[in-house]
């Protein structure tokens, strides 16, 4: 399968979530957010969808382009619009999110939307329904058919069974996407949570297999890269063999930056950094030269 979005002679883009820098989409945050990963490096940068009404998309656009940096979509849905319910009135409002966020991904240029888009993320009181779950795929399937006349893809980012009771592993991700069966719909890998529920990095990586089509690199506390526990020259080891060439995008949060109720959200009781332009360099280095070792490694046989 070919990816999603890599760069010149299937080159892995490099990209950075905004969360980073910012923690809303005005026009000051947006220009800051665009140029500081551009300047760091990055070819691509991951936008939390925002309210359209009172983002100036085509600013976005126009920032991504003079920038020359590629963008990613991504949404988390929230209890009130989970999808993952029994719910009528709960599921629709999450169906207009979603909309939202692939208007929002079209008009702003970008071809991916990412994230916890089949439940809410949030830590469930109890197991999901197989109603629920059937809730999950036929308003998938429709959004993922509107996608599609736009050319843009959705992932479906599995999260630790804190923050989902649906999706926790890569080989749950994957039996979900055959059940779609759309054209569009790649899984969506993030160390962090892969870290909690899974053998190893490669062995979510291999069960992922080509349905593979983004990856959040984030260390297992979400600071800086290789200073925790994930092991990282496995996981690239395990890219190589199977040849993945869409964007490894770098995920970190601080109170420093983010909303007191995103950091609630995501039980960000600890700051990890307060600077994110070292940060951000830092990530850009790592990442890269991850890619050139095992790159050398790969072409030596
Ligand atoms: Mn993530």
Redesign the pocket.
Known sequence: MSPLISGAANRNLVGIHAGVWVSDWSPTSARHAISESAAAGFDLIEIPVADPATTDLALTARLLESHSISSVVSLALSPDCDINTEDAATSARGEKKLSDAVRFARDTGSTYVGGVLYSAMTKYDHISTEAARENSLGVLRRIANMALTSGISLGM?YVNRYESNLLNTAAQTVEFIRELDMPNVVVHL?T??ANLEETSQGAAVRDSGGLLGYI?A?ENHRGYLGSGSIDWPHLFDALARTGYSGPITF?SFSRAVVSPGTADDIGLWRSLWDDPAPLARHAHDFLRSQLHATLSVHTDH
């Open positions: 980012e993030d962090f949570h959040h984030a995920e």
